[in-house]
């Protein structure tokens, strides 16, 4: 019996195309909120990198320690965004990778309300940045995704 699962998660293109839309979509996403941090004054790139509500993590970490914890999380990320598109018949990349965007990004008004060093859950302005650095997101996984296609010849279904 042929498991498209199994075939998905053998093959080497699910992890390299995963892989690098997570880590590509991580960075930008870093960089992005940092830029917007230093430009606006909100603490969006602290948010990004918070792990306070993890209660076996020092309340303080060197900020290499916390931006590699956010890319494991992006690489992960890119590994669903990989299976989503190889998975499904009419797998609608764009709209996959905008809806991952759209929907980590609401994922800022239960961490904003963990920590006192981050902007608060009703923050708007802030909301605004995380917002717009979540959809840039996922228009760097639709994008990686597609530069793969051409650089490996797949167009993302395990059979190809």
């Not at 690489?75 to 759209?102: C, D, E, H, N, Q």
């Not at 994922?107 to 608060?120: C, E, K, N, T, W």
Request: hydrophobic residues 50%; charged residues 10%.
């Amino acid at each position: 019996m042929n498991n498209p699962g199994r075939q998905i998660a053998a093959s080497a293109a699910f992890w390299m195309k995963g892989l690098a839309c997570g880590l590509t979509g991580g960075i930008v996403l870093a960089f992005f909120l940092k830029l917007a941090e230093l430009g606006s004054g909100h603490k969006v790139y602290r948010l990004l990198l918070n792990v306070d509500f993890i209660s076996l993590m020092p309340p303080r970490l060197p900020e290499w320690f916390e931006l590699t914890l956010h890319l494991i999380v992006s690489l992960a990320i890119g590994l669903v965004y990989a299976a989503w598109i190889m998975f499904r018949s009419k797998p609608a990349p764009l709209t996959s990778a905008l809806w991952i965007g759209f929907l980590s990004s609401l994922l800022y008004f239960p961490l904003a309300s963990l920590s006192d060093r981050v902007p608060a859950p009703g923050d708007m302005k802030s909301f605004g940045w995380w917002l717009t650095g979540h959809l840039l997101f996922g228009m760097v996984l639709f994008g990686s995704n597609r530069m793969l296609n051409l650089l490996i010849g797949t167009t993302g279904s395990p059979k190809a």
